[in-house]
């Protein structure tokens, strides 16, 4: 049994008794209250954790760009992104502890996700979304192991909820974003053609043909494995990173399951489901509400059919899925059924427990000398 397991389960179900009864003061405080001590739950689990497999690699390279100077660290092997060199130089003048590394990225991960849901979801609506999050593999797989994209993603995250609020300020956090990991410029890419498409084509319908068309596509070509032919091309065409070569090279003894796959298939399509079932509830599909979130979702998840055919291709489709519980719950929302939410609340608390056990968990590792 996980050692997180049993106090996880009970925070859960404290939150949904509170939820269910949410309309009382006393209630919405208790949602925020159970929120905020799962959020520290696992952000302390995840600071102490041992340092093994990712963990041992992120911390062997802060206590190298600790002991050098700031010049010298930016050009240490020249590819690595900046801001999480300077991340890593900056709290490695305060000390060796890999306490300090995992705390500092952990808060900025935390920090940037939290202010994100407040923005665009209020106390609520944020503690909903911190609860659907804290147990959800590809929130916690980068807090741990992926650092420096899972600080992309965040970033990414900010940006996309400033744009649906029309902020300026949601350009800076687009383009800050790869100078956490570079990979992350798919995603820039996308969201920029994405916003494009809003600003000149008026028509929803039209919208709904160009990104479900070009989703059509982008599947087409993965299950007829047609991609790899188009996109291995691309080192031929553009320089890349020797770190990115590894998607593009001829990988037999790497241990991953490539190509089209229909269980990644699946889930991806879970909020267009979603948005299918509800559609006579609620405008699922209206550019005015989530179905701008829905939109620039499947936008994302574009990335992953072109790349399906790579080694490791889960963290091409980690800029779609990384928005997979938010799309959902916006959906619910939406329809303006308590019953549908409390249900949909209900059901998220349960997988996250069964998940917490049976594989999120294995991101999270108990902490050494207990």
């Known amino acids: 049994m996980h050692f997180l397991l049993i106090p996880y389960a009970l925070l859960s179900l404290s939150f949904v008794v509170h939820f269910s009864e949410r309309r009382d003061a006393y209630a919405r405080s208790g949602l925020v209250l159970t929120a905020g001590i799962t959020t520290t739950l696992i952000f302390l689990a995840l600071l102490l954790r041992p340092v093994i497999g990712d963990s041992w690699r992120y911390y062997q390279y802060f206590l190298v760009l600790r002991n050098m100077e700031l ?70 797989a980068y807090a741990s192991s992926g650092l420096r994209q899972g600080l992309s993603l965040v970033f990414l995250l900010m940006a996309f909820v400033g744009f649906r609020q029309q902020k300026l300020t949601a350009w800076a956090w687009l383009l800050l974003a790869p100078f956490w990991h570079s990979g992350a410029w798919l995603g820039v890419g996308v969201t920029v053609l994405h916003q494009a498409m809003c600003q000149s084509v008026s028509s929803g319908r039209m919208r709904w043909a160009l990104v479900l068309g070009l989703l059509f596509v982008a599947v087409g070509l993965s299950a007829s494995g047609l991609n790899e032919s188009i996109m291995s091309a691309l080192p031929e065409l553009i320089s890349l990173r020797q770190t990115h070569e590894i998607y593009f090279n001829n990988n037999e003894e790497i241990a991953y399951r490539t190509g089209f796959r229909a269980d990644f298939f699946l889930f991806s399509l879970l909020p267009l489901i979603t948005g299918w079932l509800l559609r006579k509830k609620a405008p699922i599909f209206s550019y005015m509400g989530s179905g701008w979130w829905l939109s620039l979702y499947l936008s994302l998840n574009i990335i992953y059919h072109l790349f399906s055919f790579v080694p490791f291709a889960d963290r091409f489709s980690a800029f779609s899925w990384f928005l997979l519980p938010l799309v959902i719950l916006l959906q619910v929302i939406e329809t303006r059924s308590r019953k549908m939410l409390v249900y949909f609340v209900g059901t998220i608390m349960l997988i996250n427990v069964v998940m917490l056990q049976f594989y999120t968990g294995s991101f999270i590792r108990m902490p050494e000398g207990l």
Do not use: H, R
Request: glycine fraction near 10%; include cysteine; charge should be negative.
């Open 71 to 140: 010049q010298d660290a930016f050009n240490y092997q020249s590819e690595s992104d900046p801001l999480y060199v300077l991340l890593n130089w900056t709290t490695g003048q305060l000390g060796d502890s890999q306490w300090l590394l995992f705390g500092a990225t952990l808060l900025i991960f935390m920090g940037v996700f939290l202010s994100s849901v407040y923005k665009l979801a209020g106390p609520i609506g944020a503690s909903i979304l911190l609860m659907c999050y804290m147990g959800y593999p590809f929130f916690i």
